[in-house]
């Protein structure tokens, strides 16, 4: 779980990164739909057991309703790394999506660093995580996560126009100093105005 929330936190924050530069032909995301997820490996340390997002398609802005099951077989300390490969399909070929200002396929490197940047060590972690007892900074115990159905809200996005549309994959691999800890491929369709 806590795999899955860094990768879309790095990929939402890339995003609104990525809002706050030109916004000369940007185009706002409407609909996500048809989300997928599946494990690369049912024996990486990490592995999601349960995933759901509602409702499909999602609207954006808007609600959308997640709970997740994981299970955590090692306690996950830094340095961790999570390497996301982010593929957009064109002419029926997916095509990779190179690394451009933190948006696309990047490696987001000091994961730990980054939570404290976002979460100062000694504050309450956000809610839903706060009430479930879902630690937002490292270490994070070896032991079973569970969020249960919880609502987020999803801001307005407005991305490049060659980015709004269409359908994606994306593989988020986590690692440690030991190797692989967690790998998750994510399927979802991106609609614009």
């Not at 300390?77 to 990779?96: D, N, R, S």
Request: charged fraction near 20%; hydrophobic fraction near 40%.
């Amino acid at each position: 779980m806590k795999l899955l929330l860094l990768s879309v936190g790095c990929v939402f924050a890339s995003l609104a990164d990525a809002n706050e530069r030109d916004s000369s032909r940007r185009h706002s995301v409407r609909r996500l739909e048809a989300f997928s997820w599946a494990n690369c490996r049912n024996a990486e340390p990490v592995v999601i057991k349960s995933l759901s997002i509602k409702p499909d398609p999602v609207s954006i802005p808007g609600f959308l309703r997640a709970s997740v099951f994981a299970s955590v077989g090692v306690s996950l300390q830094a340095p961790l790394t999570i390497h996301l490969t982010l593929e957009k399909e064109v002419a029926g070929i997916w095509v990779t999506i190179p690394c451009i200002e933190e948006l696309g396929s990047c490696t987001y490197e000091n994961i730990c660093q980054q939570l404290d940047a976002l979460i100062p060590p000694g504050q309450n972690c956000p809610e839903p995580l706060f009430t479930y007892g879902i630690p937002c900074h490292c270490p994070f115990k070896k032991g079973d996560y569970n969020l249960p159905d919880s609502s987020f809200y999803i801001p307005s996005l407005d991305l490049p126009s060659w980015l709004t549309s269409g359908n994606y994959k994306a593989t988020a691999i986590l690692s440690g100093e030991k190797g692989s800890l967690a790998c998750v491929k994510i399927s979802i369709s991106l609609r614009a105005d």
